[in-house]
């Protein structure tokens, strides 16, 4: 077995691999597969092409299916790659909706008709546009991969215009309620994580996987270095955040900072009690023994508390949207939420709080004319005195 080069243009090259004779047609097999750009490229496609033909890893794209391509792609690619979490809900796509539809589909016979009939279904059957959008970005993400893997020239998904997400109203407290929560949570077991929550805008999977050795008490600052996933199954499991943006540091102020003074000594306290059984995590938020907070447990506790303070149902996460909100409407700029919240980019904040930009830009214009009119008094001269000046 052996293989050879020729150029096809300028920038495209044709890799060639003869796997000698048929021996009942006696016909030559060949693999082959076009590249463009440098000839150094065609040579790396020529050597994973002759390893895989080797090892036995050899897939021919033109009888390869959908479904054997995206399980070679959760195998291969994903799996090594992304969370746990993540891992599992790109499974749960593939193996529930992807497959059943697009499965038996050729891959390089996939065309954007099939995508496009594919989403139809999927909402016909009362999948959420929103739902459908994630299976579109896991669709083009996975072909994608194809591409470079130089299975595909092409990505049919990027002549396909996905469904558009329904924008739905953000649930958040307002002032009074925020406070009613923060006093309805006092001597709770999870008070500390509320008032943290509230105050830090860390998203919940950020605030289970906070840890000691990434809170600086005396510089009143914590660093958001992983979070803490569910897994099938049970159990959790730790990654680091996903963009640099969320990797960041978040100043504390004065009532977090006392919490969680308090919080370590209520948790040597119970890791005394516990002795022997204590799950040494450096987690800040644990159970009794020292392991990870329950999210169900949390769950139930914080609905509790908003019954308690009058306030209405809103999740956890929903105390990240109410300090943005919070800090913003009281006039904080845009950019020092986005980099408390770890968002890509201060147009990601703007887009998901606009709701509060209407009263933001009221008072601002309100805040012009007042400085423009103070202005104007401070250079006009007083109309008697001028009168007094000419007559002189």
């Known amino acids: 077995m052996n293989g050879y080069i020729r150029r096809r243009s300028t920038d495209s090259w044709q890799v060639v ?88 589909v050729p891959l390089t016979q996939l065309r954007p008709t099939h995508i496009v009939a594919a989403e139809r279904q999927w909402l016909d059957a009362g999948l959420s546009p929103a739902t459908v959008l994630k299976h579109h970005r896991l669709i083009r993400q996975t072909l994608q991969q194809a591409m470079r893997w130089r299975v595909l020239t092409v990505n049919p998904a990027d002549a396909v215009t996905p469904p558009r997400r329904e924008r739905t109203e953000m649930s958040v407290l307002d002032r009074d309620q925020a406070a009613a929560l923060l006093n309805a949570a006092q001597g709770s077991e999870f008070e500390v994580l509320i008032l943290t929550a509230l105050y830090t805008g860390l998203r919940v999977g950020e605030l289970l996987g906070l840890r000691w050795k990434d809170v600086d008490l005396t510089a009143r600052q914590l660093r958001v270095q992983q979070a803490a996933q569910p897994v099938k199954g049970g159990g959790v499991a730790y990654a680091q955040p996903k963009t640099h943006r969320s990797r960041r540091a978040v100043s504390l102020p004065g009532p977090v900072t006392e919490a969680l003074q308090r919080q370590r000594h209520l948790q040597a306290r119970a890791r005394l009690a516990a002795g022997a059984a204590w799950q040494a995590s450096d987690l800040v938020f644990t159970n009794s023994l020292g392991g990870p907070v329950s999210r169900t447990s949390l769950r139930r ?43 890509a980019t201060v147009g990601v904040t703007l887009d998901t709080y606009s709701h509060v930009l209407p009263g933001l830009q009221a008072a601002a214009a309100d805040r012009l004319a007042a400085t423009l009119s103070s202005a104007g008094r401070a250079g006009m001269a007083d109309p008697l005195e001028s009168a007094n000046v000419d007559r002189n």
């Open 301 to 343: 506790v914080f609905h509790e508390l908003l019954d308690r303070a009058g306030a209405p149902r809103i999740r956890l996460h929903d105390l990240r949207h109410t300090m943005a909100t919070l800090m913003l409407a009281v006039g904080e700029h845009p950019k020092v939420v986005s980099e408390r919240l770890g968002h």
């Open 17 to 104: 691999i003869e796997l000698g004779r048929d021996p009942v047609t006696d016909k030559r097999k060949r693999v082959s597969r076009n590249v463009v750009g440098a000839k150094r490229d065609a040579e790396t496609e020529r050597t994973a092409l002759l390893r895989s033909i080797e090892t036995g890893t050899y897939v021919d794209p033109t009888r390869e299916l959908v479904a054997e391509f995206l399980a070679r792609w959760l195998r291969d690619y994903a799996r090594p790659v992304v969370a746990p979490r993540t891992y599992e809900r790109y499974e749960e796509i593939v193996r529930l909706h992807i497959v059943p539809t697009l499965g038996r």
